[in-house]
């Protein structure tokens, strides 16, 4: 059964710094590229960052880049999202998605598996 579990999301001041965590199941993670995305209340899922499955490339959304991070475990079958200087704007349900032909797109149907999401919420 596959699954994808996030974890590490919570409430944190504008400004600070939160480590999301996917925990992968149920496939071959390390053939996988994956993703991260975001969605508020009435709004499109998001695209956040992507890594291909051999590390050597990644992507960011604008509004993210030079304050996210994607990073993976192989061996752990983990994928994190280490975030900094965090905003409101940046409060959102996080998910973690896999795909195996993706590269690092942004599209959300590209990806074949996803995981519950995790809350995120930045206070000003």
């Known amino acids: 059964q596959v699954q994808l579990v996030e974890s590490g999301g919570g409430l944190v001041q504008a400004g600070g710094s939160l480590r999301l965590s996917c925990a992968a199941s149920?496939?071959?993670?390390?053939?996988?590229?994956v993703a991260w995305f975001r969605q508020t209340p009435g709004k499109e899922r998001e695209f956040v960052a992507a890594?291909?499955?051999?590390?050597?490339?990644?992507n960011y959304g604008d509004s993210v880049k030079d304050r996210f991070t994607i990073s993976r475990n192989n061996a752990d079958h983990t994928v994190y999202l280490k975030m900094n200087s965090l905003k409101p704007e940046d409060t959102a349900v996080y998910y973690c998605?896999?795909?195996?032909?993706?590269?690092?797109?942004?599209?959300?149907?590209?990806?074949?598996?996803w995981g519950q999401g995790t809350q995120v919420t930045v206070s000003s």
């Open positions: 149920g496939f071959t993670f390390s053939t996988y590229n």
């Open positions: 998605a896999a795909g195996s032909s993706t590269g690092t797109s942004w599209y959300t149907y590209e990806y074949e598996y």
């Open positions: 890594m291909t499955w051999s590390k050597t490339h990644t």
